[in-house]
């Protein structure tokens, strides 16, 4: 076996199709789009590579054939409460069947990371955030949602037969959109209802900015300062927001209010791989046109949920119930999806799969972040608990 370091347009091309050669055929599997992937190596498009630094590797046979691939980064914000040494990253790894050539690929990233100054490293993940390419299925593999790396489940072994050890599950959690959610739901929905100083909307594209407004407001109360994360601004929200624009569906964002003020938000999104899976992983002109005609034909049957969360002083008073049941009213009584799917939940967070779990739903696939301590006397710490 032979590594290459990816450092040219030929490389980087190979370094895609290690991925399509390798999972071609497998059920389930969903080509994920070329510029997806290259973004992530791009540093005029992730800011990630303001605090780290990547690289990544091919893998051939004798013979020249593709037969894997890694990524191998290192950011300085990448930190878990706990953590006595830094901890790099590996991610987008293939590889054939073959523990062999897995250790080559594993042994060549944590060299690299060692050499950096890392003490332990997590994978696969991400060079960048959480919501793409973070964790390896062992249940469910078949038909991953957009952002989500498909897997076969050799891979399992191949991390957990070279050490790796599971640092955190990623649960998600899926349910039919016809099926009565639970009857707490509609008991807390109608006490919140009574009072006119509660009320619910779905966004509005030609409103763009208001909404850019109250989610900054939600993501700042709710999350900033937690698990590192920082507060953003009401720009950085426009970005998000322009850019979800072409794909989004106003019926399935949406937020919750007190006297007009913005208390909570659950943010869904058609799931992009339903028109994705048509495109061989381009999104050029022509796609582009087809993208359009399957959203117009209404072919996507399925969405995602992406965010949901509620201000701290709101919290344990059935607001989420509230926006949930307002929400569902337009979902459900409009005949608008089939199926939906959250996005992972780590096992870290029991508050929110509890209330995953309260909406009927069921487990639909498990992912894992693992972690391999360099200093393997090292006692191995799972991922604490929020």
């Known amino acids: 076996m032979r590594l290459i370091v990816v450092n040219d347009a030929k490389t980087a091309r190979q370094f895609l199709d290690v991925h399509v050669e390798l999972n071609r055929g497998h059920e389930g599997w969903i080509q994920p789009l ?67 050539a ?3 690929l594993f042994d060549t990233a944590k060299t690299w990371l060692q050499e950096r100054g890392m003490g332990a490293m997590d994978g696969p993940i991400n060079f960048g955030d959480r919501d793409r390419w973070w ?7 078949v038909n991953p949602p957009y952002g989500m790396a498909y897997n076969p489940p050799y891979y399992q072994q191949l991390f957990e037969n070279y050490g790796f050890g599971l640092f955190f599950n990623q649960i998600c959690f899926a349910l039919n959109v016809k099926d009565r959610v639970q009857e707490k739901f509609y008991t807390r929905h109608a006490a919140l209802a009574k009072d006119p100083a509660y009320s619910a909307r779905h966004i509005r594209k030609n409103q763009l900015d208001k909404f850019a407004q109250d989610f900054t407001t939600i993501y700042n109360k709710a999350w900033a300062g937690h698990g590192g994360g920082k507060e953003i601004t009401k720009e950085q929200t426009m970005l998000i927001f322009r850019k979800m624009k072409p794909a989004m569906d106003e019926k399935i964002v949406w937020f919750a209010y007190h006297n007009d003020e913005p208390i909570a938000c659950w943010l869904n999104l058609p799931e992009l791989n ?3 899976k048509h495109m061989g992983g381009k999104f050029g002109l022509l796609q582009k046109l087809q993208f359009l005609w399957l959203k117009w034909t209404g072919s ?16 344990g008073k059935g607001v989420d119930a509230f926006m949930i049941m307002e929400g569902a009213a337009i979902i459900q009584g ?27 739903t069921y ?24």
């Open 34 to 100: 070329d510029k997806d992937i290259e973004e992530v190596f791009d540093p005029a498009r992730n800011k990630t590579f303001r605090s780290g630094e990547c690289v990544r590797w091919i893998m051939t046979d004798e013979k020249g054939r593709l037969t894997g691939r890694i990524a191998a980064f290192v950011n300085k914000r990448y930190k878990t409460k706990g953590d006595d040494v830094p901890v790099g990253g590996i991610g987008f790894f293939d590889c054939i069947n073959d523990q062999e």
């Open 102 to 104: 897995a250790n080559l």
């Open 135 to 141: 964790g390896l299925q062992v249940e469910g593999y």
């Open 274 to 276: 339903q028109y994705f």
């Open 300 to 315: 996507c049957r399925k969405f995602t949920g992406i965010v949901f969360g509620v201000v701290p002083e709101f919290q």
């Open 334 to 360: 409009q005949h608008l999806y089939d199926d939906y799917e959250m996005q992972w939940i780590g096992d870290f967070n029991p508050k929110m799969i509890n209330i995953a779990e309260s909406l009927g």
């Open 363 to 386: 487990r639909s696939r498990r992912l894992v972040t693992y972690r391999y301590l360099f200093d393997r006397q090292k006692e191995f710490k799972r991922h604490p608990i929020l």
